[in-house]
């Protein structure tokens, strides 16, 4: 009988609960073994114990529509440069390597995005640790794969803000700038804006003129229409090419601003009442769509199938409508951004959304 653990990284998500639910349901249900869920990601096999909880299909079950993630996460201290208390930077991956031992796991499925993979994987070679990778970024940037975990979510509830977005709109005659997450890709921009009929989308992929977007709305303008929509991802920069970004009071730095920056250019030119919406971590919370649920359990069910198999250090992918596996470092080596001269873009143009680059 294996004995196998489960963490989350990164940020949180919907999804992540029904992946938890489905390795559960594989793993006791079909073959038996245990199944420890480590709480806190890495921070929970540093702990002295290590801090796991065991984890049956009972305990589980309800966890199909619960967003967040059970286990808990974190996003903070690399295990190889760990911050301590008094200051100091010190290595703790032997730490976790122990942790993972203590346990006595015979195997461990990680879920995270690109980052928390890099760390995941590095720690698994250095300490012979048996991996298996799920993909979740709510930016739908991890490589090889058409879906992450948490993405479709998040593209469902920035639509959703758009549909309301849409009224108040109308009844102001303004401009409504919704600013969506994404890190450095565009996907929820690019996805959200076609889904709920914006009128300008702006992605950190392709270029834009704040005059392209002012001509979109006068133009709008002229024919009748008395409001507009656009949707822009956090990423993307001003017109001279400078990123936009906060300072919290830990001295971290964050993407956000570049709604308001774009609100006051489009005031200042054009005289058009405009507002700004940043949607930020509502995107990550919520009940998880029915497509999330099933992609969720799909690479829950195909990781455990995975150390059936003894086929260590790969991940789940969704291609073509199915779960295949590729290793872990073919994952990790590409970021998927949005292709400017793919489908999603070709149909926006094709509908007449502005992307900021030509008229």
């Known amino acids: 009988m294996k004995r196998i653990g489960i963490l989350t990284s990164g940020g949180d998500c919907a999804g992540l609960n029904a992946a938890i639910r489905a390795v559960v349901h594989r793993a006791v249900g079909t073959y038996g073994w245990e199944v420890f869920g480590i709480r806190q990601a890495t921070l929970g096999l540093m702990a002295q114990p290590p801090q796991a909880i065991a984890l049956e299909i009972d305990k589980v079950d309800g966890l199909l529509v619960a967003g967040g993630t059970i286990l808990g996460t974190t996003n903070k201290g690399d295990p190889f440069a760990f911050p301590m208390p008094d200051g100091t930077i010190r290595d703790r991956s032997e730490d976790i390597i122990a942790g993972y031992h203590q346990l006595g796991l015979d195997a461990m499925i990680g879920i995270g995005g690109d980052g928390s993979m890099a760390i995941l994987r590095r720690l698994a070679q250095q300490g ?6 799920i993909p979740k970024t709510i930016d739908n940037d991890v490589g090889v794969t ?12 920035a639509t959703e803000a758009l549909d309301r977005l849409h009224f108040t709109a109308a009844s102001h005659s303004r401009v409504m700038i919704l600013e969506v997450m994404g890190r450095d890709a565009g996907h929820i921009a690019i996805s959200a804006g076609i889904a709920g009929g914006a009128d300008v989308i702006l992605v950190p992929e392709i270029p834009y003129t704040v005059e392209r977007i002012c001509y979109t709305i006068k133009e709008r303008q002229e024919q009748g229409k008395n409001y507009s929509l656009v949707v822009v991802s956090e990423a993307v920069r001003t017109e001279t090419g400078v990123c936009v970004m906060s300072t ?5 730095c964050r993407y956000g601003g570049i709604g308001q920056y774009l609100a006051d250019e489009i005031c200042t030119r054009i005289g058009a009442e405009t507002r700004v919406t940043v949607l930020g971590h509502v995107q990550r919370g919520g009940t998880p769509s029915p497509l999330e649920r099933v992609i969720a359990s799909a690479f829950g069910v195909a990781a455990v199938d995975l150390i059936a198999e003894a086929q260590y250090d790969r991940m789940v992918t969704w291609q073509k409508r199915q779960v ?14 949005v292709n400017p001269h793919g489908t999603l873009v070709k149909t926006a143009r094709g509908l007449g959304i502005c992307l900021g680059d030509e008229r």
């Open 128 to 133: 012979n640790l048996n991996l298996v990778a």
């Open 146 to 157: 058409e879906l992450s975990i948490g993405f479709d979510t998040a593209v469902s509830i």
């Open 248 to 252: 919290d009071r830990l001295g971290q």
């Open 324 to 337: 295949v596996s590729v290793p872990i470092p073919e994952a990790i080596a590409q970021y998927r951004a």
